[in-house]
């Protein structure tokens, strides 16, 4: 399967890392280097309801910016607004492509679903009792 046919895995940083409050706060670039190393099984086996391989695109945004890809894992540093840079890469999937949104954010979750996204919670790639 190609990239291109692979389900589209956007995952909020920013919100997947506050979903749990183990301190993250005080190294959110640390915090995202955790989540970006957590998310690295997940392009193979895939999420709960979407099986792998999948493409996933962490997306991250002020003091997290500069974290790196690595394989499996596509990390993109927005500019500016992290929802913004998630809302046009699930509207640059098209309508041909299935994408999954991994956040809580419900202005995020209205705005990816009018584009044909489909959302999930931060607990489907970052269980609270797993921090």
């Keep these: 399967m190609s990239e291109d046919e ?9 919100n997947v890392v506050g979903s749990v409050p183990d301190g993250w706060w005080r190294d959110r ?21 979407v099986p792998g391989p999948v493409e ?18 596509r990390v993109a540093s927005a500019p500016g607004s992290g929802d913004d840079l998630i809302a046009e890469l699930a509207a640059a999937a098209g ?7 991994v956040t809580a954010d419900r202005g995020l979750r209205q705005r990816v679903e009018a584009y044909g996204a489909r959302c999930v919670g931060p607990r489907t790639v970052r269980p609270s009792s797993n921090p």
């Design 95 to 101: 309508p041909d492509r299935e994408c999954v949104v």
């Design 56 to 73: 996933i695109v962490l997306v991250v945004e002020g003091a997290a910016r500069g974290v790196d890809s690595v394989a499996g894992v």
């Design 6 to 14: 692979a389900v589209l895995v956007i995952v909020d940083g920013a």
């Design 29 to 49: 670039h640390g915090a995202a280097v955790r989540l970006r190393d957590r998310l690295v099984p997940y392009a193979s086996a895939g999420l709960p309801g």
